[in-house]
């Protein structure tokens, strides 16, 4: 059976809690579609974060980032909304995720979000 889009997350268990580490993940071919003019927009997403108890599982965020390809989304809006639905799935300690949006119009947008667990500070 193909694979379909979906907006379910799914996880496992971290192998090493214990430990700060980092996950770093670039996803090159994220689209939406312009809100305004329904013209397709793409853009470089990278992902950085230091897991908790929960890492997100690969093919699920393949299927999740796919399901925005139809989806009329401002940048600012979709990247906030990718970051906030990864956060509810894994609760990391931190996440960052940056959006690189292609050139349009003469202007490459770039947009960056972060979270961070209350108290926690790097050791990476």
Same mark, same amino acid.
């Given at each position: 059976?193909?694979?379909?889009? /979906?907006? =379910?997350? %799914?996880?496992?268990?971290?192998?090493?809690?214990?430990?700060?580490?980092?996950? *770093?993940?670039?996803?090159?071919?994220?689209?939406?579609?312009?809100?305004?003019?329904?013209?397709?927009?793409?853009?470089?997403?990278?992902?950085?974060?230091?897991?908790?108890?929960?890492?997100?599982?690969?093919?699920?965020?393949?299927?999740?980032?796919? /399901?925005? =390809?139809? %989806?009329?989304?401002?940048?600012?809006?979709?990247?906030?909304?990718?970051?906030? *639905?990864?956060?509810?799935?894994?609760?990391?300690?931190?996440?960052?995720?940056?959006?690189?949006?292609?050139?349009?119009?003469?202007?490459?947008?770039?947009?960056?979000?972060?979270?961070?667990?209350?108290?926690?500070?790097?050791?990476?």
């Amino acid at each position: 059976m193909p694979s379909r889009p /979906s907006r =379910r997350l %799914q996880t496992f268990a971290n192998p090493s809690p214990e430990r700060d580490y980092r996950i *770093d993940m670039e996803i090159p071919e994220f689209t939406c579609l312009c809100p305004m003019s329904g013209q397709p927009d793409f853009a470089v997403l990278s992902l950085q974060y230091v897991p908790d108890r929960l890492c997100v599982e690969l093919k699920s965020l393949k299927l999740y980032i796919w /399901s925005y =390809r139809d %989806q009329g989304a401002f940048h600012e809006a979709v990247t906030n909304r990718i970051l906030a *639905d990864l956060v509810a799935a894994t609760r990391p300690r931190f996440m960052r995720l940056g959006a690189r949006f292609n050139l349009r119009g003469g202007i490459v947008t770039t947009i960056t979000v972060e979270h961070r667990k209350r108290g926690w500070k790097s050791r990476t």
